[in-house]
T-cell receptor, first 112, second 113 residues
């Protein structure tokens, strides 16, 4: 299995909602990442987990809360988002830090 | 056809021709570089990588060239096909000590049938 899966594919949420994005990989990778991508822009790193511990937080607002329950799963909990948070949220994994990263298809998030 | 990254973020190439996409990277400490292809509605897909101890690496129809002196990376795609139409990103990182993969601005490649 060489795939990173993400659910849901699309999500529409109001500014008072709480939702979660999920990411899963079964490649035995020990590093997992969350990126945010706005239209016509490159992915921007949000969080890095290494061996299930948070390694990097790129000064992301606290309304985004990552969680790594085990080595195969990565969640991103969302609460009180703003319309400008609407974007494609990409998950990636790699065998180790700084190795080639495999990306999932992303979750297209719209905040209304 | 040839792009110059930031100055020409779109590139149109006739089907069957070769294309060259350029990227200027920023960090002289970077020693590992990757080219990703992103089709509409999809996540980035790995194309080819190169480490700083090499200046050229070839894959199937793709070649990456690295010039560390001027911090320049290029992706050559031979005999382009309609399926090559996508946005191409270069990305850089350091293999030891820096976990971040930094992406370039991207170039949209359109193959004209």
């Amino acid at each position: 299995d060489t795939e990173v899966t993400q659910t849901p594919k699309h999500l529409v949420m109001g500014m008072t909602n709480k939702k979660s994005l999920k990411c899963e990989q079964h490649m035995g990778h020990r590093a997992m990442y969350w990126y945010k991508q706005k239209a016509k822009k490159p992915p921007e790193l949000m969080f890095v987990y290494s061996y299930e511990k948070l390694s990097i937080n790129e000064s992301v607002p606290s309304r985004f809360s990552p969680e790594c329950p085990n080595s195969s799963l990565l969640n991103l909990h969302l609460h009180a988002l703003q319309p400008e948070d609407s974007a494609l949220y990409l998950c990636a994994s790699s065998q180790a830090l700084s190795n080639e990263q495999y990306f999932g298809p992303g979750t297209r998030l719209t905040v209304t | 056809g040839e792009s110059v990254g930031l100055h020409l973020p779109t590139l149109s190439v006739q089907e069957g021709d070769n294309s060259i996409i350029n990227c200027a990277y920023s960090n002289s400490a970077s020693d590992y570089f990757i080219w990703y292809k992103q089709e509409s509605g999809k996540g980035p897909q790995f194309i080819i990588d190169i480490r700083s101890n090499m200046d050229k690496r070839q894959g199937q129809r793709v070649t990456v060239l690295l010039n560390k002196t001027v911090k320049h990376l290029s992706l050559q795609i031979a005999a382009t096909q309609p399926g090559d139409s996508a946005v191409y990103f270069c990305a850089e990182t350091a293999l030891f000590g820096n976990e971040k993969l930094t992406f370039g601005t991207g170039t949209r490649l359109t193959i004209i049938p």
